[in-house]
């Protein structure tokens, strides 16, 4: 299922005309947006799997866009993650120094259907 959804998330993100190639600058608008509130499209990539920093960021470096890469505090350099292995710290640095957006999700990412408070589980 991972290797399925990193799959699709570079399949989409290759569909995207890398304009980083040409020379020339790239023109910018906003479109317009209910009410005439302007808006944004935000690229985020959530659990600081390794993945984020060898196949996502480069692919957004070479078409000249930004990411916002969320960790889980807890996991930082887990390379044995039974999920995925994750990035360290010493990578997060690197994403950031390239201009890329560093973000919270949570320290343990608990499963919220587990989360008790008190003698009862939260409504």
Not at 86 to 92: A, N
């Amino acid at each position: 299922m991972k290797r399925l959804t990193i799959f699709l998330i570079l399949a989409v993100l290759a569909a995207i005309p890398c304009e980083a190639k040409k020379k020339e600058a790239i023109e910018v608008s906003v479109a317009q947006y209910r009410y005439d509130r302007e808006c944004a499209v935000s690229l985020t990539f959530d659990d600081g799997i390794q993945e984020d920093y060898t196949l996502i960021a480069p692919h957004l470096d070479r078409c000249g866009l930004k990411g916002t890469f969320c960790i889980n505090g807890a996991f930082i350099g887990n390379l044995d993650d039974r999920f995925a292995p994750r990035m360290t710290w010493d990578r997060r640095r690197e994403l950031d120094a390239r201009g890329h957006e560093i973000a919270s999700h949570s320290r343990s990412h608990q499963n919220e259907h587990e989360i008790r408070v008190g003698n009862g589980a939260l409504p």
